[in-house]
């Protein structure tokens, strides 16, 4: 039973754009206290990343929100210190759910709803997609989807919409603390474990 969640936020450099983000996050935390999932405890852990601007302030803002300091320049280093400071506050690991995004992104206001849901129904990952937000020309939209399936059981991988529940992430080795491409690493990983229920979802996509 999933008592608690972590959204994790790994930011860079973000205050142009992580007030959208934690508003986002802060009216699925709304979502999920009225759904059937009422009294799951949800805290937000914001990773910064050498940030230098006012993204720490900004962030500040918000409640229910904890600002985890380090200074690697890597994506998957930041997830990774967001995953550590999240389990070493809610133990135990199978009662906890990791939802991973962006702070560039906003998510969807049943995105915790969603996935809280199916970690019920015993999932252990939920991979979303994501869509591009507005300001993209009409041809790189077009060209953007062309290449994207937005349909459930996709074949994509994206760190701004990834779920997984604690105790699989760390038997699985958790994120590795990469530049690029630690989503698909991880994701790979739970795929080649054969035991674990993945869910592929169009349901709940990521504006980014």
């Given at each position: ?51 230098e ?98 349909r ?15 105790d699989?992430y760390?038997a ?37």
């Amino acid at each position: 039973m999933i008592r608690n969640v972590a959204v994790i936020v790994p930011a860079a450099n973000e205050e142009q754009t992580i007030a959208s983000c934690l508003a986002s996050i802060t009216a699925a935390r709304r979502h999920l206290a009225r759904s059937r999932a009422a009294g799951v405890r949800v805290q937000v852990f914001v990773v910064l990343d050498g940030c230098e601007d006012q993204t720490a302030a900004v962030a500040a803002r918000f409640s229910g929100v904890r600002l985890v300091l380090i200074s690697a320049g890597r994506v998957g280093a930041a997830r990774l210190a967001g995953a550590r400071a999240a389990i070493g506050c809610a133990p135990p690991a199978r009662e906890l759910w990791l939802a991973n995004t962006d702070a560039d992104c906003a998510v969807p206001p049943d995105w915790l709803s969603f996935m809280v849901t199916e970690a019920r129904r015993d999932a252990q990952v939920v991979l979303g997609t994501v869509v591009p937000g507005p300001g993209l020309s009409a041809a790189v939209r077009t060209a953007w989807l062309s290449r994207h399936h937005l349909r459930d059981n996709h074949p994509h991988i994206h760190g701004a919409n990834f779920g997984i529940r604690a105790d699989a992430y760390l038997a699985l080795g958790g994120w590795r603390p990469l530049a690029l491409g630690e989503d698909v690493d991880l994701a790979g990983r739970a795929a080649l474990a054969g035991h674990l229920r993945v869910i592929r979802t169009a349901s709940i996509p990521v504006i980014t």
